[in-house]
């Protein structure tokens, strides 16, 4: 088995901690969907994910086991993410089952520790030495997916993109996102204009309600 490079940059590491949050989403009919409902779920967005989870190998079985660890963890980030976004306000899709903030730390902390890494030193002729992060020993691959997923996570948790953390505000939009620049408000334009929509028509009934 080749067991990889596990060093992930902190780019990386936001687009995987943010791609495991939102598997819970908006379904388009005012409800939330969760890609991760069932296995074959997970097992398509392992797939899909393959490099940055270290498993870059055979397709890895998704048993009962991995689905739980890994709906276990998308608890603690959401949760975390929670936290993140304070003062603001959380995504409605699970505001009122977050877990406890040193329990969703702990989870993470385990999962992260699935995997130990240890460093390498590699330095080719004409290069600058690089140091990259190795597993140590042979870990099963579920745990390397657990383990990827945790240490992107933690990754994003201690980084400077924490800050810019949002959860759209968007009528039924349940998703967290990064904000590209300043003033960015909403997840994606289509919130945008549906959120602009919305409170065009609430101004229309208030003003219609303050009529004579
Ligand atoms: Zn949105």
Request: hydrophobic share 45%; glycine share 6%.
């Amino acid at each position: 088995m080749v067991v990889g490079d596990v060093t992930i940059s902190r780019m990386a590491a936001t687009q995987l901690a943010l791609d495991l949050a939102v598997t819970i989403r908006h379904d388009g009919h005012g409800g939330v969907a969760d890609d991760l409902a069932d296995r074959e779920g997970l097992a398509v967005w392992v797939r899909e994910r393959a490099a940055l989870l270290d498993c870059d190998g055979p397709p890895v079985t998704v048993d009962e086991t991995l689905h739980t660890a890994v709906r276990e963890l998308r608890a603690a980030v959401r949760s975390l993410f929670a936290r993140a976004v304070r003062p603001g306000p959380p995504s409605s899709a699970d505001a009122h089952r977050l877990l406890p903030e040193a329990e969703a730390i702990r989870r993470l902390n385990a999962a992260a520790a699935l995997v130990p890494t240890v460093p390498r030193l590699s330095w080719e002729p004409d290069a600058r030495p690089t140091l990259r992060l190795r597993p140590a020993g042979t870990p099963p691959a579920a745990d390397r997916i657990v383990a990827a997923l945790a240490r992107a996570a933690l990754t994003f948790l201690d980084g400077p993109d924490r800050a810019l953390l949002r959860a759209c505000p968007a009528p039924r939009c349940v998703r967290y996102f990064v904000k590209d620049h300043a003033r960015q408000e909403w997840c994606t334009p289509s919130c945008g204009n549906r959120a602009r929509v919305a409170r065009h028509h609430e101004r229309r009934r208030e003003a219609q309600g303050d009529a004579p």
